[in-house]
């Protein structure tokens, strides 16, 4: 149950199979910095190329394929005081023939007040003027060396996790991912001070952060899909393209949950979920979308007390 | 304003420029009632037959294309004792490979305590026992006749509204459509007691519902796509497949809203929902999937208070 | 066995349960003209308005639903000397953050001559100067009232026929549709002079045609999708989007039209179709869109030689 | 321009930037072998383990990123007597509800004749007996490593190639890829004797096979998506889900090409395609999937000759 406070010293852009930067047990927390997206990091200097550089990865002994990787989101915060977006949302999240109505891209940079918990918009050149919108820090982009020795661009995701930019991963959340290699070669970056459903101009809030997590193994738990947890809910996420497949990664992981692991029958899982089934929207700009199918913990309390 | 109270005497299963049952006033308020999914009215006796029978036309005097037509929900609420459900999710929302191995398809039903606000599975033949959840009634399928002279299955959505299947047109909800035919013929059924998103299982609780419903008009005021509110949030409604381009058809009726209904330039538009736009799901189950784009009242107010 | 000269007096902008136009019994041959797209006739007149305007409906003796529509088109040709396209692909069909960068939207005329079988360019303003094609006269917009007493624009397609665009609907073909209305109520319009695949820039080469086809039934066979057949080839064709759907549509079609009509079993259709399918693209610009699943007579001869 | 004769001692399972097993020169060609899909060679033995493993890489001096890598394919051919394919489409090419209708997945046996050029199924279990059909050998999965030093898995494809199953791509044809690693590290594997359009049963006749292909560079020429070039048609490849992005790609890219390298203003490009594109399904199994835009020369040297 070590805690590892750990300066990255370099970054990577794919998550894969790389050498890994510390050798953790389960059990272990690792308190640690993330470069924003660009590759800038709390004094704003440019320390690596950017598309959401990844600190990492985190060798967590004896996890095997196989295996669940379970991290917990302990501290997810902005570790300094401006932040930027993009000023357009992307042409895909709009109608063709509306793309080619679209302002000119341009790029908006906020000043973040963490003890107020704000970020405002840094130039009143719009009719939002400096617009103050809470924070919601999260990572946009985590996860494990996928199967098959890959190496998966961080613009992306998949079963391995990867771009998926759900604001429900912040602070307070655990996340499970299947273990596909061994050491598990967990990847986390990209923090978003705050961001909107699907990242649909492309960014969140693009910040810098400091972040404690927990890592730990379920071993001999097998999992298709990154799964999370949080005060209220069980979650599932399925990444690809169309957001129609997503659905379905998403809800299929969601019956095994249900029948795996809180022994409901089939018809129980098809029941429960048709008429208490929840979906949240997480990326839609990447080459994979990502759609979160959601169960609350209520509604299972529910179940377990026989109705 | 007046109160019309109206017993149908027949139903349709398209939307279409069908013969009006009755014609009402701007601001005129309808009560009138909803047979279930499959034509069984408040007594549970087959009055017709099943596929979303709809309640209307109600044509509204003086409305035209290029309108806006306004409905205002005061009351959607279940009239009977107990609603019906399928027991299995529709096999285009799990993995194609998964779709094998479902469950046998059957009918579950639900008594529904009205006074208490539950529904309570009847036969308690799975794991779920006798589950208990609280009601959350919403009309699954309403809109206005479609463009050119079409009648659209009540199976299916699209700019005119149609079988959404989104959990938030319930009581206190406002949806407005485009009107396409002179006196915009305003249909509405398919009442669900309850209902995960997405509709995944192809049935909320089915039941048969008493509602009221104020009709009014924006004259001259196009829009292109179905819109809503209610106390917290200003939504558009996209409907298509994939939802990919469902998401497309919201967000750009959104941005459209928030230049138009708002005053914001561009790039204010596009800023703002990137941070800040929400998506919920609606039906995934039709030939047309559904796509809710929210923006919330208090986002709104912060952005007229200056910031 | 009649032969119905037909001179029409209106147009239909939707496929369904409209008035018959002319009644025919099984057999009977038609000739009868086709306004183009935008409701010009042979004159160049414009006789109805414009968005792919049917001849008919034609309501065949006998047809009932669960029988199958048999069209053989005879003749399907041009009957003026000039036609139209636009000039520019659909925004649908470019990655989307091409579409911006797409040229001005024009209108481009076709000189079509008839004897030699070729349309040119009228007016050398681009690199094509007055480039010329061969002929490949087509409709592209066909089918009969759809299920449910629905009228479904001509803009799009589904089970029951309709916007398909494909470059197989010409001269010597069979098509068959499912029948879901008494008597048929065959449509017919859209014609194109020629058309690359897609029907990408939303436009074939546009234009009036004279049209020779014989309607036929085959009772109690009951088919889901439009089937086809040529000289050289069976097909079905599935209508819907994604063009994923499409396919799943046209290819389940096809594994029953092998496994119903040439009497294979399971693992032969599957077989059959895994090394021998041809799949060709019809319309990627309508809310729909359509594939053909193919499969070759030589190929069916084989089979039937035993191997 | 030397040829090489090189025997691969071992085989990869994802596209990357693995070291390279043979350094060429541009223009030289390669004499090699290709083992099938599950890892076993011309004796069939199996020598590596199964996933479509590839031959190579190929090193190319000179390549650099920017560049294009010509993949003349000179001979792809069968180096054995038998081959297998899988007995069932895939679920996801037929409709969900039909999915669970399936017969039960087994492997087909088939005996390639080289000399007579045929295929025929060893076991007359089904109605198809001892069918018989020519070969048309091809392979299924070849590219170079993609870009920013990802390792993608053989079973899919992208802009950098990979899985794409396109029947197109046999003796006679010329390749193009983006080059986007040092030395482009050009990956070949999965001869198929045979397939049908979209590998829809997830495999085509699986064979090892003797390939010689000759690589060569335009250097400075920028590409974004394979191209190739058979004796009648220029085309295109999209790699994407759905179908309908894949169309995206590949017309875009075809787009492009009309007007970089034939000079065609962008009105002269556009209306060419519209009226003379075709388009080819590739595969329709994996992740991704591919899509093929054509046009004819023949239709291009009446552009050059001036209409």
Same mark, same amino acid.
């Given at each position: ?16 199979? #790389? ?37 990492? $990865? ?6 095997? $394929? ?24 992307? $042409? ?35 009719? !939002?003027?400096?617009?103050? +919108? ?8 985590? %996860?494990?060396? $996928?199967? /098959? ?11 391995? /996790? /990867? ?8 602070? %307070? ?11 598990? +070669? ?9 961001? %909107?459903? /699907? ?17 730990? !193994? ?14 209220? #809910? ?8 169309? !957001? =129609?497949?997503?659905?379905? #990664? ?6 095994? +949950?249900?029948?795996? =692991?809180? %022994? +409901?029958?089939? #018809? ?40």
């Amino acid at each position: 149950m070590a805690l590892h406070r750990f300066i990255p010293a370099r970054y990577h852009t794919t998550i894969g199979s #790389h050498r890994p930067a510390l050798h953790v047990a389960p059990g272990d927390t690792v308190e640690t910095t993330l470069v924003d997206s660009a590759g800038h990091d709390a004094s704003g200097r440019q320390v690596t190329p950017g598309g959401n550089p990844q600190t990492g $990865p985190f060798h967590v002994a004896g996890a095997e $394929p196989g295996d669940t990787l379970v991290v917990r989101l302990e501290r997810v915060v902005p570790d300094r005081d401006g932040g930027y977006s993009a000023s357009v949302t992307a $042409p895909n999240v709009v109608d063709p023939e509306y793309a080619a109505a679209m302002p000119e891209r341009r790029r908006s940079e906020w000043v973040v007040d963490r003890a107020a918990g704000t970020a405002t918009l840094a130039a009143p050149t719009t009719a !939002l003027g400096q617009l103050t +919108l809470p924070l919601a820090p999260m990572v946009g982009c985590f %996860g494990v060396a $996928p199967e /098959g020795g890959q190496a998966i661009s961080t613009a992306t995701s998949g079963p391995h /996790g /990867g771009n998926m930019d759900y604001r429900g991963f912040g602070t %307070g959340v655990t996340a499970y991912f299947p273990v596909f290699a061994p050491g598990a +070669l967990f990847h986390i970056g990209d923090g978003h001070a705050l961001q %909107g459903d /699907g990242e649909i101009a492309g960014t969140g809030i693009e910040i810098s952060m400091e972040v404690r997590f927990t890592l730990d !193994l379920i071993k001999g738990k097998r999992i298709r899909w990154p799964r999370g947890e949080n005060a209220d #809910h069980l979650f599932t996420v399925g990444n690809a393209r169309p !957001l =129609d497949q997503a659905v379905q #990664h998403a809800t299929t992981e969601m019956l095994r +949950l249900l029948q795996e =692991d809180h %022994g +409901l029958d089939g #018809h129980a899982a098809h029941i429960l979920l048709g008429q208490c089934v929840e979906y949240d929207l997480g990326n839609v700009f990447d080459p994979a979308y990502t759609m979160v199918c959601k169960i609350a913990k209520r509604t299972l309390a529910r179940v377990r007390r026989g109705g």
